[in-house]
Every structure is written in structure tokens, then in C-alpha cells.
């Protein structure tokens, strides 16, 4: 019953936000379920890249196709490198450092959220070669965060995708759930061979995500941009903190 509950809170902010399911889904597998950070974080990529499948279906007339195609093969290179280097860091490290990630996003998303912009349009004339090569170094980390820690790096794809690509937002997150689709199959090839996992956990998991996911769209759709990110930098800031605590405390003993 809680795998459920738990992949339906993944599910329900991927949906919401258009990033951030394994944000929550890592800390409730290592928290919830008492599972090593490994697992977990190749648990979650079957749960956020189900989800944003599911997500990139159902809001696929917004979806920038090209755009998403090129970002995710860029960040689909270098999600094997992220899963490399996450071998060579104790359980700790791995906890401490996704705690840190999440902190960081928090800051982000709220920062995000008091932004003031411009409405922006596809018909914008094409970003100079600056930011495209802005574009190409947010991919490339997209990559290596998925493959380290098992996210799916929306909270770094939408902006990129808004100020960078001059997207529109809600553009922007529907794209974003389709580079994240991709990224996070391409970095499971990588783990799912290494790490034994409980298929009828992982299918339970994914079942609540995509019940969840189905739940964020139709949110999505009621609330403003501006609220959903605080709600993800709320949440991300509480268990960002909570395991940072955790992982000094384990330091200390």
C-alpha cells in the first residue's frame, strides 16, 4: 500500500511541474521502504520515465519535437558516465549529495516561481550560438544527473527550455517530459543489467506513478505556473533537508 501511495506522489509532480518525480521518489524509496540508494535510484527511473511517457503522450500537442530529440540524445551520451561515477561513492556520500541537489533546486524553483517574464512564442527568432551552446552543457548535466542519482533533471530542462530555446512554459514541460522519457530508458539500459530489483515492486511503483501522473495533468491545467513550482520547492526544500541531517548525523557516528 505505501509503494503505491508513494509512486503516486511521484507521479502527481512530475505531472503537476513537468520535472521533479524522482525528487520524491528516491527519499521515499531510501526513507519508506528501506532501500539502498542504488536501487532506489534505478527504481526511480523506471517510475519517472514511465511517468513521462505516459505525461508526454497525453500533452503531446505541445511538445517540440526536434528540439526534445536533439536534448535528449545529448543527455542520453553522458547519463553512462553519471551512472560510473555513482558507483565510486559510499551510500552516505550518495544520500548527502542528493540532499544537496535538492536544496539547490529548491532555491531554483523558487527563485523560478518570482520571476518576471515575458510571454514567449515559437515564432521567436532562433537563439544565437551563445545560448545554444548553453543548451548543449544543460544536456549534457541533465545526463549525468540522471545517470548519478536517477533523476530525470526537469528542474533544469524547463527553464533551459523557457529562457534558452524561448519556449513557452506550457511547451516547455511537455517537452521536457519527453526528453526526460528518453533519458531515463537510455540510463536504465546502463543500471537495470548491474542491480537485482523486485519486478512486482517496480510494477506496483510505476502503477501508482502513472495513476499520478494522470492526476498531475489534470491539475496542472487548474493551477498557475507560479504555484506549482512553489509546491515543488516546498517539498524539496523539507526533504532536502531532512536527509542532509540524516547522512551528517550517520557522518558523526
Same mark, same amino acid.
Given at each position: 500500500?505505501?509503494?503505491?501511495?508513494?509512486?503516486?506522489? /511521484?507521479?502527481?509532480?512530475?505531472?503537476?511541474?513537468?520535472?521533479?518525480?524522482?525528487? $520524491?521518489?528516491?527519499?521515499?524509496?531510501?526513507?519508506?521502504?528501506?532501500?539502498?540508494?542504488?536501487?532506489?535510484?534505478?527504481?526511480?527511473?523506471?517510475? $519517472?520515465? /514511465?511517468?513521462?511517457?505516459?505525461?508526454?503522450?497525453?500533452?503531446? *500537442?505541445?511538445?517540440?519535437?526536434?528540439?526534445?530529440?536533439?536534448?535528449?540524445?545529448?543527455?542520453?551520451?553522458?547519463?553512462?558516465?553519471?551512472?560510473?561515477?555513482?558507483?565510486?561513492?559510499?551510500?552516505? /556520500?550518495?544520500?548527502?549529495?542528493?540532499?544537496?541537489?535538492?536544496?539547490?533546486?529548491?532555491?531554483?524553483?523558487?527563485?523560478?516561481?518570482?520571476? *518576471?517574464? @515575458?510571454?514567449?512564442?515559437?515564432?521567436?527568432?532562433?537563439?544565437? *550560438?551563445?545560448?545554444?551552446?548553453?543548451?548543449?552543457? $544543460?544536456?549534457?548535466?541533465?545526463?549525468?544527473?540522471?545517470?548519478? =542519482?536517477?533523476?530525470?533533471?526537469? =528542474?533544469?530542462? $524547463? @527553464?533551459?527550455?523557457?529562457?534558452?530555446?524561448?519556449?513557452?512554459?506550457?511547451?516547455?514541460?511537455?517537452?521536457?517530459?519527453?526528453? #526526460?522519457?528518453?533519458?531515463?530508458?537510455?540510463?536504465?539500459?546502463?543500471?537495470?543489467?548491474?542491480?537485482?530489483?523486485?519486478?512486482?515492486?517496480?510494477?506496483?511503483?510505476?502503477?501508482?506513478?502513472?495513476?499520478?501522473?494522470?492526476?498531475?495533468?489534470?491539475?496542472?491545467? *487548474?493551477?498557475?505556473?507560479?504555484?506549482?513550482?512553489?509546491?515543488?520547492?516546498? #517539498?524539496?526544500?523539507?526533504?532536502?533537508?531532512?536527509?542532509?541531517?540524516?547522512?551528517?548525523?550517520?557522518?558523526?557516528?
Amino acid at each position: 500500500m505505501l509503494i503505491i501511495v508513494l509512486g503516486l506522489i /511521484s507521479g502527481l509532480l512530475l505531472g503537476i511541474t513537468g520535472g521533479g518525480g524522482a525528487i $520524491v521518489s528516491v527519499p521515499a524509496l531510501v526513507y519508506g521502504l528501506h532501500m539502498p540508494m542504488q536501487i532506489a535510484t534505478t527504481m526511480s527511473l523506471f517510475v $519517472v520515465g /514511465s511517468s513521462a511517457l505516459l505525461g508526454t503522450i497525453l500533452k503531446r *500537442k505541445y511538445v517540440a519535437w526536434g528540439k526534445g530529440l536533439i536534448f535528449a540524445i545529448l543527455g542520453s551520451l553522458f547519463s553512462p558516465v553519471g551512472s560510473f561515477l555513482a558507483k565510486r561513492f559510499s551510500e552516505s /556520500s550518495l544520500i548527502a549529495s542528493f540532499a544537496v541537489l535538492m536544496l539547490i533546486v529548491a532555491v531554483l524553483m523558487f527563485k523560478r516561481s518570482n520571476a *518576471k517574464s @515575458p510571454p514567449l512564442n515559437n515564432s521567436q527568432p532562433s537563439a544565437p *550560438k551563445k545560448t545554444q551552446w548553453l543548451v548543449v552543457i $544543460v544536456a549534457i548535466c541533465t545526463g549525468l544527473l540522471t545517470g548519478f =542519482f536517477g533523476v530525470g533533471g526537469g =528542474f533544469m530542462i $524547463v @527553464p533551459a527550455l523557457v529562457l534558452l530555446n524561448k519556449l513557452e512554459n506550457k511547451t516547455a514541460a511537455a517537452t521536457s517530459l519527453f526528453i #526526460i522519457s528518453l533519458i531515463s530508458i537510455s540510463s536504465l539500459a546502463n543500471k537495470v543489467a548491474e542491480i537485482e530489483l523486485d519486478v512486482k515492486l517496480v510494477l506496483i511503483f510505476m502503477l501508482g506513478s502513472l495513476l499520478g501522473m494522470l492526476a498531475g495533468n489534470y491539475i496542472s491545467q *487548474k493551477i498557475s505556473n507560479k504555484l506549482s513550482q512553489r509546491i515543488f520547492a516546498a #517539498i524539496s526544500a523539507l526533504l532536502g533537508i531532512y536527509m542532509l541531517i540524516d547522512s551528517v548525523l550517520k557522518f558523526a557516528v
